[in-house]
Structure formats: structure tokens, C-alpha cells
């Protein structure tokens, strides 16, 4: 079975760089796509960008020149989101994406990430 | 850019009863290699979105078949044959053609 488990720091200051990780277990991620999605308080879900087997990027247009996706270990990938403001206060999601990236089917719990002064 | 929008947004309806959920994409999603990628996702209160249907039409394993999709090109459909309380959330459908998104979410609950 797999599954997903994202980690980060829950409060991050204006202007600064916002970190979160995502540990898989039962895959790796040297297989499929793997994906971040997020979702402000009360709203609907924004797809974020995604990370290829291979390495290759994908992201929001929206969020493009803020954003890095990388790999970390077989079991681990990360997401930088730079310069955040009030408005990047969500919950963060990762998800598998199989069929070229086109299908999410494996989501985390998703980690709450603020930010403010 | 692809815009998916679903209606209706709130959607009350008694136990028992059916429920349909419509999402509209603003151009077909048929992908160059022939397969429509919308996806249906259930988000119940307090947890992370779940998916239901793939392909317009394929359920995913353990979910219930009183939930079927359907549709083609732009129109898409999301039923449920008999609403049970497991069932209150909100439901969103996504679309993989191009830098991937979602619709604004349609809230079911119980009249």
C-alpha cells in the first residue's frame, strides 16, 4: 500500500523560503510522478507542479519563477516555494501521479503551513 | 489556460436520494493519445481528497458503485444513485490535458 506522509516547519515569516518534504513509503520515487498541491483555508485545491521519475519538472504557471521541485532521497521529495506572503498560507498536499502525471491516485494527509510575522 | 467549472456549488439532498454534480472544461480534454484525463475527487470534512473516478469513468477500488462518472469532449458528470451520510464533502473534478486544475468544488450535504 502506498503512502504518503509531507512534513514542514508550520510557520514560516513573510518573504522568506517555505520548505515542505514528502516521505513515501510502500514506492519510490524513482517510479511514476509525484505531485504538490495545495489548499487555503476554507478554498478549493491548486495543483502546484510535479516531479517526473526522471527528474523532469512540471509547474503552475502561477507559481513558476517561486517554485523548485527536487528529490531528495529514493524515498523523498521536496517542495520550495520562495519570497511567501500571507496569501501562500495553505495546507500542502503531495500525491502520486501515474499515467505520464495525468492521474493522481495516492495523496498525503496534507501539513498546514502559516505564514505570518 | 483550461478552466473547469462545476455546478452546482452547494448541494443539498435527502438521504436516499440521487445527486449529480456537473464540471464543464473550457476546451475538449481529449488528450493526443485518445484518453479523456478527468478525474473526480471526494474531500470529506477534515481529510485529504480522495479519488473516485479516473478517466472520466473508471471507479477506483473500494469505492462504492453508486458512484459513477460519465461525459465526454467538455461535459463531465458525477452521480450518485442513493446519497448516504458517508458521503458529505465536497467533490471536486480535475482535468490533466495541460498544467492541471480544478474545479471551484461542489459541498454536498443532507437536507
Known amino acids: 500500500q502506498v503512502q504518503l506522509q509531507e512534513s514542514g516547519p508550520g510557520l514560516v515569516k513573510p518573504s522568506e523560503t517555505l520548505t515542505v518534504t514528502c516521505t513515501v513509503s510502500g514506492d519510490y520515487v524513482s517510479s511514476h510522478f509525484w505531485t504538490w498541491i495545495r489548499q487555503p483555508p476554507g478554498k478549493g485545491l491548486e495543483w502546484i507542479g510535479h516531479?517526473?521519475?526522471?527528474?523532469?519538472t512540471n509547474y503552475n504557471p502561477s507559481l513558476k519563477s517561486r517554485v523548485t521541485l527536487s528529490f531528495d532521497t529514493s524515498k523523498r521529495f521536496s517542495l520550495k516555494l520562495s519570497s511567501v506572503t500571507t496569501a501562500d498560507t495553505a495546507v500542502y498536499y503531495c500525491?502520486?501521479?501515474?499515467?505520464?502525471?495525468?492521474?493522481?491516485?495516492?495523496w498525503g494527509q496534507g501539513t498546514l503551513i502559516a505564514v505570518s510575522s | 489556460d483550461v478552466v473547469m467549472t462545476q455546478s452546482p456549488l452547494s448541494l443539498p439532498v435527502t438521504l436516499g436520494q440521487p445527486a449529480s454534480i456537473s464540471c464543464r472544461s473550457s476546451q475538449s480534454l481529449v488528450y493526443s493519445d485518445g484518453n479523456t484525463y478527468l478525474n473526480w475527487f471526494q474531500q470529506r470534512p477534515g481529510q485529504s481528497p480522495r479519488r473516485l473516478i479516473y478517466?472520466?469513468?473508471n471507479r477506483d477500488s473500494g469505492v462504492p458503485d453508486r458512484f459513477s462518472g460519465s461525459g465526454s469532449g467538455t461535459d463531465f458528470t458525477l452521480k450518485i444513485s442513493r446519497v448516504e451520510a458517508e458521503d458529505v464533502g465536497v467533490y471536486y473534478c480535475m482535468q490533466a490535458l495541460q498544467t492541471r486544475g480544478f474545479g471551484q468544488g461542489t459541498r454536498l450535504d443532507i437536507k
Open positions: 516531479i517526473s521519475d526522471y527528474g523532469e
Open positions: 500525491a502520486r501521479a501515474i499515467g505520464s502525471g495525468r492521474e493522481l491516485d495516492y
Open positions: 478517466k472520466v469513468s
